[in-house]
Structures are given as structure tokens and as C-alpha cells.
């Protein structure tokens, strides 16, 4: 099982830190933010340079390329968003008494532009590795895109723990499309599927004779996935999960002082 350890811990230890790094630069003050999107830009066309590159590459190398590389392309669209640069047609608070499909269509006109960004992103890849033996930038990516979304599904339609604290101060009328509940019926589908899909991928990391790029590519998938499990469960279990990136958060409540919707 050693085979895998080192996958497995290069993938934790670049989820928490990148996940860390990306909130202390959306909270930082927002004179930074054009200089951290600049910078953000030019590692985004790094990564695709290096999805490009690595994506004839079926060693174990090119599968850890390719999955740094893709978590880069998703930094940029969680950055380009959550500091404002790219959100939506009506970056505004909820209209009062708002329910339904209504609120729904709201909450969508504050993110639209990124949404299309995160298809053009996925479409970018796709045409980077198509045709390539290593595919794992676009697996990663998409695995991505699909937690990330049933994340915020599961926001929209009521957790235990909000975590508006990670909500930069620009961003504090996103609050009011956050609901809190014991429990939604979208989240025992979203942690059945996506503990399915775990084990699906740590059952190829574990095929007698995997070529050396699969066997690190799946390891690192299987526990990007296993951890967006976790994320989920954080919405729900009772758990001080924020503490995780409270060094990300210097000198901000920890708990959050946000006003969700009840």
C-alpha cells in the first residue's frame, strides 16, 4: 500500500494548501486583487501549457502534471470569481420574499459569467488532451466541476454548517442564497454518488497490472474525490471543519458572522 501513500498525501496535502492559498488572496484587500489575477493568469496559461504537454507523457510524472495542472485551472476560476472579476449578469442580495425557481434564477445570475468560464475551461482541456493517453487533467477537472456543484446545490438547498465566514467581505450578498437545515434531500444522493465514484477510482488505482501513469493518476483521483466526500460531510456534521484554513484567515471570525437565509 505504499504505492499509494505518496499519491494519496500529494494530493491532500495540495488540496488543503491550495484551497488556503486561494482564500487568504480573496480576503486579502481588494487593491491586491489585479495583481493576484494577473499572476493567477499567467499560471493558468502554465497549465495549460503543461496539460498540453503532459498529456502524450504516460508516466507517473505526467499523471502528477496533469492533476497540478488542472487544480491550477480551477484556482483561476475560483479566483476570477470569488474576487469579482468574472460573476454574473446580477451580482446582487436575494430580492425580499424571493422563493422557488425565482430565487433559483437569482442566485444563477450571480455566477453565470463563471459558469460559462468553467465550460470554456473544460472544453479548453478537452481539446488539449484529446486524442492523448493521459487524460487525467480533464478527469480531474471535470471531477472538480461536478463536487463543486453539488456543493453549492446543497447550499442552496440547506446544510447544517454555511461556513459564510469563507465569503470575502465584496461577496457578503451571496449570504442570503445560503440556507441552513439539518438536511436536504440532494445530499444523501451527493454523498451515495460520490462515494461510489471513490470507490469506482480506487478500484482502478488498484488493477493487477495498471500501467505506472493510471496507478497515480486514479490514486490522486480517488482521493480528490474521497475528499470532496468529506467537504460534504463538513456542511453537515458538527465538526470546527473551517479550523482546517484558519491560518488562511488571519484576524477574521472563524465562525462566520454572515446572515444565511432560514
Known amino acids: 500500500m505504499t504505492t499509494y501513500a505518496g499519491p494519496a498525501l500529494y494530493a ?19 487593491r491586491t486583487h489585479p495583481w493576484s489575477m494577473a499572476a493567477a493568469t499567467l499560471a493558468l ?15 507517473a510524472t505526467g ?15 475560483e479566483m476570477s470569481y ?20 425565482d430565487r433559483f434564477f437569482a442566485a444563477l445570475a450571480t455566477s ?9 475551461g473544460g472544453l479548453a ?12 487533467a480533464l478527469w480531474t477537472y471535470g471531477t472538480l466541476v461536478v463536487m463543486n456543484l453539488s456543493a453549492r446545490l446543497n447550499l442552496f438547498l440547506g446544510v447544517r454548517n454555511l461556513h459564510a465566514e469563507f465569503l ?24 451515495t454518488l460520490g462515494t461510489a465514484a471513490a470507490v469506482l477510482l480506487g478500484r482502478a488505482a488498484l488493477a493487477e ?19 470532496a466526500v468529506l467537504e460534504h460531510w463538513f456542511l453537515m456534521l458538527p465538526l470546527p471543519s473551517a479550523a482546517l484554513w484558519r491560518w488562511s484567515l488571519p484576524g477574521r471570525d472563524i465562525d462566520g458572522a454572515a446572515r444565511p437565509r432560514d
Open 209 to 227: 497490472a495498471a500501467p505506472e501513469h493510471e496507478l497515480v493518476g486514479f490514486a490522486v483521483l480517488t482521493t480528490l474525490t474521497a475528499l
Open 125 to 136: 482541456i478537452l481539446v488539449l488532451v484529446w486524442g492523448n493517453p493521459n487524460k487525467f
Open 45 to 59: 496559461a502554465a497549465a495549460l501549457w503543461a496539460i498540453r504537454t503532459s498529456a502524450g507523457d504516460a508516466s
Open 12 to 30: 491532500v496535502l495540495l488540496w488543503w494548501f491550495s484551497t488556503g492559498v486561494i482564500l487568504m488572496l480573496d480576503h486579502a484587500p481588494r
Open 82 to 101: 470569488y474576487m469579482g472579476f468574472l460573476s454574473g449578469p446580477r451580482p446582487v442580495a436575494c430580492p425580499p420574499a424571493t422563493r422557488g425557481l
Open 168 to 191: 470575502p467581505d465584496h461577496l457578503g450578498y451571496l449570504a442570503c442564497y445560503l440556507t441552513r437545515k439539518p438536511m436536504n434531500v440532494l445530499f444523501p444522493v451527493s454523498v
Open 63 to 77: 499523471a502528477y502534471t496533469a492533476f497540478t495542472a488542472a487544480l491550477v485551472v480551477w484556482g483561476w476560476q
Open 112 to 120: 453565470l459569467w463563471h459558469e460559462f468560464a468553467i465550460v470554456i
